[in-house]
Nanobody
Framework: QVQLVESGGGLVQAGGSLRLSCAAS???????MGWFRQAPGKEREFVAA????????YYADSVKGRFTISRDNAENTIYLQMNSLKPEDTANYYC?????????????????WGQGTQVTVSS
């Protein structure tokens, strides 16, 4: 059984930073691990992903240059460093893992999801 637990969300002023963590437990091999977000009244959207090998990273255009995804293989943990936050980044952020070879931004291709962590950016 794969479990994903996010942490690190909170309230921050515009221009500030937050670092999200996602700890994975259970035995699995993944093709991609990713971060998605969902704001009230909107669909869940891709934010960033990282591949198992060779650790390639992928970003939505809206966060490119501001967010960085990374991983710690030994700890089975991925991170999302979010800098220069904007009010439009406010959302519930979810970690997900993809055990089959789908595209990194393909939401329906992800098999396991965490419960989410709320990020609120005030103006």
């Amino acid at each position: 059984q794969v479990q994903l637990v996010e942490s690190g969300g909170g309230l921050v002023q515009a221009g500030g930073s937050l670092r999200l963590s996602c700890a994975a437990s259970g035995t699995f091999r993944f093709f991609h691990m990713g971060w998605f977000r969902q704001a009230p009244g909107k669909e869940r959207e891709f934010v960033a992903a990282i591949s198992r090998n060779p650790g390639s990273t992928y970003y939505a255009d809206s966060v490119k240059g501001r967010f960085t995804i990374s991983r710690d293989n030994a700890e089975n943990t991925i991170y999302l460093q979010m800098n220069s936050l904007k009010p439009e980044d406010t959302a519930n952020y979810y970690c997900a893992t993809q055990v089959r070879a789908y595209g990194p931004s393909y939401t329906e291709g992800y098999d396991y999801w965490g419960q989410g962590t709320q990020v609120t950016v005030s103006s």
